[in-house]
């Protein structure tokens, strides 16, 4: 950020001039952003990065020489920096835009096929590089996940079930998560604040990586040992009691902090359902999702954890529970895998227990 004004520094990468110029005409129109450069293409970019030292990076994915995607692997590996994907390949819901996410994005938008059409998506855009000025590199593990997941007593574990909160640096942070945790982990329920359509690709992919198995969830599916459900985008996740057992409810009720699926939805509903024996963790994220509902869970004897801030893409909604005295745990994702583990072994205590 310029010291002098305050303003977010922006670095504009793109081959095309007509985009180019759309875009740097959306970023001024907001006084708390400058547009310091802009690039034709990654190795041009390269330069102007290390030159200029930008705040936040546009990125689009089709140009000449490299490829976006893999520019944007390169740079998070060697200078990491905030980066917003903006292109006409990564519209809501593709493969593309999973794989930008997955290798450090802080935010993908789909660019209109004309140049001027940017207009469009100027809050998006502005708001977008506003998130992701407010973001941190991911503070990469000291050492690498284990190799085998952990294990888990699942004689202990009866009964329990796991639900995750996560946003703006969320599918990066449950890549690293999930694949530790073991086979037979309790019935699990995932909120990741995604766009329609999109759901399906982060559980596919999720599902190659994981021992047990990933899927987008169906209304009215039983809740089972061994297997996770990813909230459909734009459709919030409940849980709710049913004569075969617990299952999951799909709705489209109203947005709840601009957000469907919303992690406080899912939250309150097992508040309400499993009460004392669901453990939650809520995960790196812009905003305040899930603190409300993670209090509720705390109060009916749940176990709660939240992402610190060291580890943290954006530290809002962890940070929002942790205000709330909602987590009962704060720890880094390194950390996560182990703490949910002991957290589902642990005996199911009633609220007036201590």
Known sequence: ??????????????????A???????LSNDPAIEVIGTAPDPYVARDRILELQPDVVTLDMEMPRMDGLT????????????????????????????????AGAVEVLAKPDA????????????NGVKVAARSRPRVKPTALPTAQPLQLDGSKARGRMLFIGASTG??????????????????TVIVQHIPAGFSRIMANHLNEL????????????????????????????????????????LL??????????????LFRSAAET?????????????????????????????????????????????AAAIQLGAAEQVLSLAQMPRAILRALSEPVLTPAQP
């Open 170 to 187: 969320g599918v990066e942070a449950l890549r690293e998560l999930l694949p530790q945790l073991p086979a037979d982990i309790p019935p």
């Open 252 to 265: 489209q009720t109203p947005p709840v902090h601009h957000c469907r699926p919303s992690v406080d939805v």
């Open 71 to 102: 520019f944007l692997r390169i740079l998070q590996e060697h200078h990491p920096v905030p980066v917003v994907v903006l292109s006409t390949l990564t519209t809501a819901g593709s493969e593309l835009a999973y794989q930008a996410l997955a």
């Open 20 to 26: 180019r110029r759309a875009i740097i005409d959306a």
């Open 274 to 318: 499993i009460g004392a024996s669901a453990v939650a963790a809520l995960l790196t994220g812009m905003g305040s999702d899930g603190a409300r509902g993670m209090q509720l869970l705390r109060k009916a004897g749940a176990r709660t954890l939240a992402e610190s801030e060291e580890s943290c893409i954006v530290f809002g909604m962890p």
């Open 210 to 249: 994981c021992p047990f198995s990933v899927r987008e969830a169906v209304d009215g599916e039983l809740l089972q040992t061994g297997v996770c459900l990813i909230a459909p985008g734009d459709y919030h996740a409940t849980v709710v009691a049913s004569p075969r057992g617990h299952a999951v409810r």
């Open 115 to 126: 140049g001027r059409g940017i207009a469009r998506i100027a809050w998006e855009l502005t």
């Open 1 to 18: 950020m310029n010291i002098s004004t305050g303003r977010i520094r922006v670095l504009v990468v793109d081959d095309s001039a007509l």
